[in-house]
Structure formats: C-alpha cells, structure tokens
C-alpha cells in the first residue's frame, strides 16, 4: 500500500487549476502532465519547450509537494526565497529564444553541506554553521546555474554527513531534525545523503545532488529506489563542500533514471582550479559524453 504522501496530481491542479489530465500549450499542443514522482527530464523540458507549463509553474508545484511531505518526511531543510523569481527570469529567457542548457528551468535540490551564495543556509545540519556564508558557490552549484537549473532548496542529511560521531542516526540533523524514507512509515533513509534521495523519489524536485565519502550516495539512492551516481573522486569539485576526506569526498547527483542521472553529471562534472583533484580527470580534461554510453 502506497502511503498518503505517494499521490501526484499537483502539476495539473497548480497549472490549469482542476486537475485535468491534459493541459494546453502553444499552437494547439496538449501536453498530459507528468506525474513529479516518475517525471523524467523530457517530460519536464517538453512541457516547458511547448509552452504546457512555465518554470515558475514547476517551482510552485515543487514547493507545494515538499509542503505536502516535509512535515512527515523531513528531507528538506530550507527552500529558498528566490527560486520563483529565478524561475521567472529563466521562463523570460526561453521565451526570449535563448536556453542555457539541458537543465534550463528546471528545479533541482542540493545537499546542505554544499554551500551556495545565496539566501540560503549552508549548515551540513549543525546549529555551529547556521548563518555562515561563502564567498562564492561551490563549482557543481554553480555549474548547475549555468545550466539553467533553479536551485530550489537545501535537502536534510545525516549531520555533517555521519561524520558526528561513529554511530550516528542516519538522516539526523540538529536543524533540520530526522528524515524518514518514503515508502512506508519511518523507514530508515540511510545516509548521508537522506534528504537527497527521499526528494529525488518524491518528487520534490528534479533531481538532487548528494556527497560520498563511505556510501552516502550509493545508500540512501539504493533505500529510496533511485539512481545516485557516486564519481570518482576529482571528477567533481569539492570546494565548498564541508570536508571529511580529501581523498574520499566526491559529489554527485540522484535521479530516479540513469539518463536523468547522467545529464546531472554531465553538468556537473569537469576541472576546477580550487580542487586541484579535478587536474587528474583523464583524457585532457575532455568528458565523454555519458548520454551515449546507453549500449
Ligand atoms: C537561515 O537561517 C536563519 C537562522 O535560523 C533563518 O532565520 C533563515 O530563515 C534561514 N534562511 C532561509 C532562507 O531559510
Ligand atoms: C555509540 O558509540 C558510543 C561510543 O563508542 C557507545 O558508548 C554507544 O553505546 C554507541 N551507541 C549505540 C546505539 O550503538
Ligand atoms: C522547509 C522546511 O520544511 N524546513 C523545516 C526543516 O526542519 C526543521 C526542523 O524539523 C523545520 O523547523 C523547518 O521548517
């Protein structure tokens, strides 16, 4: 049995107001909504190309799932304030012909260890980082901007990513209290990247981004039936991103398909020069395209 926070018909009421099946774009186009728990990014990205839904539509929808869920599930620690006007100005790109990338208008939560320069909060769950702010965003959030993407929040997690102590409670933080896995009443998330996995299989966004130092991707993913993607270390940028092992730590995305998944990493994925790991990234620095490795 599905508990009660498995529903979806939340695009289709916040776009048409009814919760009709089908919505209407431009030149006659009929779009049927996706449903955001099983949404794939062509679903999201046809939507948006043919004028069905805007962004902002799916910002509000996102905010209003994670609204449904968050009070029982715990798995977002804060939103932010600006993802609907971000949303607009991306809306107002596309309507004005131009898309950055394969993420354009598209909502995509991060873990809270890392940090964004924004309104938000970067506090890897601990009360000792709340208001701490940085200079800069960590390189995948930033490559996700330039992609297009709408940062719409901060997931929960295993506070500073399990590494509080050697027995931990998986998907417990001070601040953002436990997250709870989604398929039946406090279900053991896994960790560290609880929140993570929890809002890629909810839909509360897109996709999500987690950390890995010892299966805090892989966990949580394989528990919330997900794809999480855990890359070599030095293939994503750890700067900015609240540290426990240089030789260990890596960053990367949960999807709840593996092309889903790879489109993030793809994004995400390159050199840096404050991570001088990401110098070893084979081949020149040239990535292979990971959307072709499907045969
Ligand atoms: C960041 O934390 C402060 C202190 O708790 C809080 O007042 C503020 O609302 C938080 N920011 C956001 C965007 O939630
Ligand atoms: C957690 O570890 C501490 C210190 O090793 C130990 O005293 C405590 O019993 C452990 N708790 C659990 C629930 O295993
Ligand atoms: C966005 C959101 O729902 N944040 C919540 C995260 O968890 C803390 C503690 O449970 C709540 O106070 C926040 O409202």
């Known amino acids: 049995m599905r508990p009660s926070y498995i529903r979806d018909a939340l695009l289709a009421s916040v776009v048409a107001g009814n919760g009709a099946m089908a919505l209407s774009g ?11 728990y099983d949404a794939k990014l062509e679903d999201l990205t046809g939507g948006l190309e043919s004028g069905c839904f805007t962004s902002v539509d799916l910002v509000k929808t996102y905010l209003a799932r994670i609204d449904e869920v968050n009070d029982q599930l715990h798995a977002v620690l804060e939103v932010n304030p600006d993802a609907l006007d971000i949303a607009a100005q991306l809306d107002a790109e596309r309507a004005a012909g131009h898309t950055r990338g394969p993420l354009h208008g598209i909502p995509i939560l991060v873990k809270d260890n890392i940090a964004t320069c924004d309104k ?71 960790g560290s990247s609880s929140g993570s996995g929890v809002a890629s299989a909810l839909g509360l966004a897109f996709a999500s981004l987690g950390t890995e130092t ?9 528990r919330a039936h997900c794809v999480g993607i855990k890359p070599s270390v030095g293939l994503t940028s ?55 490795a499907r045969q």
């Open 26 to 36: 431009r030149n006659g186009t009929t779009c049927t909504y996706p449903k955001l």
């Open 238 to 292: 750890r700067y900015l991103v609240v540290p426990i092992s240089l030789h260990q730590d890596t960053v990367g995305p949960i999807a709840r398909s593996v092309r889903d998944a790879a489109t993030v990493l793809s994004v995400i994925a390159g050199a840096d020069e404050y991570d001088s790991y990401t110098s070893a990234i084979p081949n020149g620095g040239v990535l292979p395209d990971y959307l072709r």
């Open 120 to 190: 938000m909060n970067n506090t890897a769950g601990s009360y000792a980082l709340l208001g701490a702010k940085v200079p800069r965003d960590s390189p995948t959030v930033a490559k996700l901007r330039a992609a297009g993407a709408v940062i719409l929040g901060k997931t929960n997690l295993s506070q500073w990513a399990q590494y509080r102590s050697n027995n931990g409670t998986s998907g417990w933080s001070s601040v953002g209290g436990q997250v709870y896995g989604p398929y039946y009443p406090h279900e053991d998330p896994y």
């Open 214 to 222: 010892h299966g805090s991707i892989v966990m949580p993913s394989n």
